[in-house]
């Protein structure tokens, strides 16, 4: 069974730091490509970063130079770091494993909105952690 769980989600003021580790379990965490994602209810997921085995990382523009994704083998854990928070950065933050599955590799190769192709039985997530972001 694969777990993935966030924690460090909470308040926090505009242009103030906030990292978020997700520990994983049951998943071959350094060989698959690992990502964060947002999602608010009603809308779509919006991919936020992705690292790949060899270290690879992409991210959206949104976020690019503010966060920064990263990912411990020895910890099975991985991370967000987020810097220079903005009130639209508000939302639930999502983990998320890759599987085998070929439509993950479009959006661990950059291509951030193919995470919409990624159905939920073709990968591992995570429940979740609230972010908010006050100005």
């Known amino acids: 069974q694969v777990d993935l769980v966030e924690f460090g989600g909470g308040p926090v003021q505009a242009g103030g730091p906030l990292r978020l580790p997700c520990e994983v379990s049951g998943h071959p965490f350094s060989s698959y490509g690992m990502a964060w994602f947002r999602k608010t209810p009603g809308q779509d997921r919006e991919g936020v970063a992705t690292?790949?085995?060899?270290?690879?990382?992409r991210y959206a523009a949104s976020v690019k130079g503010r966060f920064t994704i990263s990912k411990d083998n020895t910890k099975n854990t991985l991370y967000l770091q987020m810097n220079n928070l903005k009130p639209e950065d508000t939302d639930m933050y999502y983990c998320?494993?890759?599987?085998?599955?070929?439509?993950?590799?479009?959006?661990?190769?950059?291509?951030?909105?193919?995470?919409?192709?990624?159905?939920?039985?073709?990968?591992?997530w995570g429940q979740g952690t609230q972010v908010t972001v006050s100005s």
């Open positions: 690292i790949v085995d060899d270290g690879d990382t």
């Open positions: 998320a494993a890759a599987s085998r599955d070929i439509r993950w590799c479009p959006f661990l190769a950059g291509d951030l909105q193919a995470l919409g192709a990624i159905s939920a039985d073709a990968g591992y």
